[in-house]
């Protein structure tokens, strides 16, 4: 008997060795990757020249390197991009953002692979797993939405909803993204669909025109700015600021909210808290909903300053919504 029981523990302490042998070989195998440092990268410089040169060189750092790897953006650097950069397949990666990562505008052709009546987002990561969005110094993602919104009403007359989201992720996997800022999306500011396994934290969304306190027709006028849409299951968003001017949270269905991602069911929106928020929009929705199911959404603990709404349920066909 004590000599089965020594094999036994022998062999457990072999096990233990083992894995922890294989995560410090993981660690080992990550590396810190400095866009600025490691990368051909140019910071600062707004011109088109440089736009499109950082574009291309985040693009094939996504795509190429970034997978277990941890790519950071330095402190007190800015960054400028064109909208339509694209991740596929990421996979245990984080991105670092510690300095500022801003987007200019440029007229880019649609993307119907995305969406199919929208411009490309500014970065859209798809078909990912185990993907960290975060910041050690508060981090921001600008979107320079004002140059999309233009002119009060006019603008909008001009350009309507051909702007590009902030972020998409789309069939996307356990995903975290905190410790940043969200400022001045010209669309849609953070755009979930498909998702399971999330967690937003400490992040702060901010699109207006201007400082007053509420939303006045001018504010108004940077038509569909959502905060946050999300379609999946297993979502939980706390502890954030969120000020637009549309809906603060919009809980979507599967089916018509990823439109062209080839889902083939189930359909439903599910699993979702969201706590501990102040927001100030039009307010937090389900919907539109259409012939598709939702359950069990929580919204709770949350504070609405002068939103235009509260909580509130669109739906454009017949739709069935459980607790």
């Not at 910071?43 to 277990?68: G, I, M, W, Y």
């Not at 999330?198 to 700015?225: C, K, P, W």
Request: proline share 2%; charged share 20%.
């Amino acid at each position: 008997m004590a000599i089965h029981q020594a094999r036994t523990l022998a062999k457990r302490r072999c096990v233990v060795f083992f894995l922890c042998f294989q995560l410090l070989l993981g660690f080992a195998e990550s590396r810190i990757l400095d866009f600025l440092d490691d990368f051909d990268s140019i910071p600062f410089d707004e011109s088109k020249e440089a736009c499109r040169h950082n574009s291309a060189l985040l693009t094939q750092v996504l795509n190429h390197n970034a997978s277990n790897n941890l790519l950071r953006f330095p402190v007190n650097h800015t960054f400028n991009f064109h909208h339509g950069i694209v991740a596929d397949s990421l996979n245990n990666t984080v991105i670092q953002i510690d300095g500022t990562i801003r987007f200019q505008k440029v007229d880019l052709p649609r993307d119907h692979h995305l969406h199919y009546e929208s411009y490309p987002a500014c970065l859209a990561i798809q078909k990912s797993k185990n993907v960290t969005i975060s910041s050690q110094y508060r981090g921001l993602i600008d979107g320079r939405g004002s140059q999309y919104w233009g002119v009060p009403v006019i603008g909008y007359l001009e350009i309507e909803e051909h702007r590009p989201r902030l972020l998409r992720f789309n069939l996307t996997n356990d995903l975290l993204i905190e410790n940043i800022i969200l400022q001045d999306s010209p669309y849609h500011t953070l755009y979930l669909d498909s998702v399971n396994g999330v967690e937003i934290r400490n992040v702060s969304i901010i699109n207006r025109r201007t400082y007053q306190d509420g939303h006045s027709l001018i504010d108004m006028t940077a038509f569909n700015t959502d905060g946050i849409d999300v379609s999946g299951s297993n979502v939980w968003i706390h502890d954030c600021d969120i000020y637009v001017q549309d809906d603060c949270i919009a809980v979507k269905d599967v089916k018509n909210h990823s439109r062209e991602t080839g889902i083939d069911g189930p359909y439903e929106s599910s699993n979702m808290v969201f706590e501990r928020i102040n927001a100030s929009g039009l307010g937090f929705t389900i919907g539109a909903i259409k012939n598709t199911y939702v359950r069990n959404i929580t919204f709770r603990d949350s504070y609405l300053h002068k939103t235009v709404k509260g909580i509130y349920m669109k739906f454009a066909e017949k739709t069935r919504v459980k607790h």
